[in-house]
């Protein structure tokens, strides 16, 4: 008798329970209305697209009218997208939809956002001689650092201190967890093996999270390059004009110097860096310093010098470029 009770116990309680988390189910499911935007995080003056959807109610038979802080906009059937223009940076906008349907009535939601931005510059840690004017490029392998640069406006109208907000760094779509953090808006890698373009990305956000911005970066790499410039004498390295071709021998020796341009190093002679000379094809060895090269003639005669050069970079395997020039002389 006592195990005819509970069972009837049992299935008393579950016919109770069961229609209970039915209604529970049906509710929940009913009052959905999913807003989406496009762009996710917009930047201000934006054009912001709204996408309703609703796995609760047909969409395409209702009433649906836009909202923009709380003016009505737009109405008419089957109406599941809106763009708005975003306002300044730091001005909130709130976009409301009202979803009337013959069965359900009358549904409701909103969605709001801040627009902010946040820009990326890089600088790739290669070398360049001093005073020169141009921008370092990223060779392969290369080191790159990477600043963000981010204008988030509080609810105030006061910018957000750049140490006041969190960075989320990406590499080739991988979260840097090590990089990222509250104020750290610089970023510093190397590049990878095989060799390609990289692509960097970065959110800048509140620290309430009401607030965010996301930017992108695709960052080439570039093959470094040898530059001859003359050592003379009198003047010192002639950085004003770059050996090309041939020289003209006008005295009885000629010193040149290779400047490695783009090669990730701090130095031209840097013990990272191998250079190997050639005249005429063969080899020559112990130059010093290994980045210069002097031309002498003894003996009476002309003709031409082939000088040759290969740089080489022992740490960063795929770094590596060649260059040459010749010499024409001739000695009475």
């Known amino acids: 008798m006592k195990k005819v009770f509970s069972y009837l116990f049992i299935i008393t309680l579950l016919l109770i329970i069961s229609p209970a988390f039915s209604f529970a189910q049906t509710t929940l499911n009913g009052g959905f209305l999913e807003m989406s935007l496009s762009p996710e995080k917009p930047t201000?003056?934006?054009?912001?697209t709204i996408t309703l959807q609703s796995f609760s109610y047909d969409l395409d038979r209702s009433k649906i009218t836009w909202l923009v802080n709380g003016v009505e906009k737009r109405t008419e059937i089957g109406l599941k997208t809106f763009t708005v223009l975003a306002g300044q940076s730091g001005q909130k906008t709130t976009v409301g939809v009202r979803v009337e349907t013959p069965e359900d009535g009358i549904q409701k939601s909103e969605v709001s956002f801040t627009p902010a931005v946040v820009d990326l510059i890089y600088e790739a840690l290669s070398?360049?001689?001093?005073?020169?004017?141009?921008?370092?490029?990223?060779?392969?392998?290369?080191?790159?650092?990477?600043?963000?640069?981010?204008?988030?406006?509080n609810s105030a109208g006061s910018k957000i201190s750049s140490k006041n907000i969190l960075y989320s760094w990406k590499k080739d779509g991988t979260v840097q967890q090590s990089a990222s953090g509250i104020g750290k808006n610089i970023f510093i890698f190397s590049g990878s093996v095989p060799v390609r373009d990289i692509l960097i990305e970065v959110t800048a956000s509140s620290l309430e999270g009401n607030i965010s911005a996301s930017q992108q970066i695709n960052i080439t790499n570039s093959s470094p390059k040898i530059v001859f410039y003359e050592n003379s004498l009198i003047y010192g390295i002639m950085f004003n004009q770059a050996i090309k071709n041939t020289v003209n021998l006008i005295t009885d020796e000629f010193s040149a110097v290779a400047v490695p341009y783009f090669f990730t190093t701090n130095s031209t002679t840097g013990s990272e860096l191998d250079y190997v000379w050639k005249m005429n094809g063969q080899t020559v060895e112990?130059?010093?310093?290994?980045?210069?090269?002097?031309?002498?003639?003894?003996?009476?005669?002309?003709?031409?010098?082939?000088?040759?050069?290969?740089?080489?970079?022992?740490?960063?395997?795929?770094?590596?470029?060649?260059?040459n020039y010749s010499i024409n002389f001739s000695k009475q």
């Open 44 to 48: 201000p003056l934006e054009n912001v």
């Open 127 to 153: 070398y360049t001689p001093p005073f020169y004017k141009g921008r370092a490029l990223n060779p392969n392998q290369g080191k790159v650092l990477v600043t963000a640069i981010p204008e988030l406006i």
């Open 286 to 323: 112990n130059q010093e310093p290994k980045n210069s090269f002097t031309t002498r003639v003894d003996t009476p005669g002309s003709g031409l010098a082939d000088i040759s050069l290969k740089i080489s970079n022992n740490v960063r395997i795929f770094q590596f470029t060649n260059n």
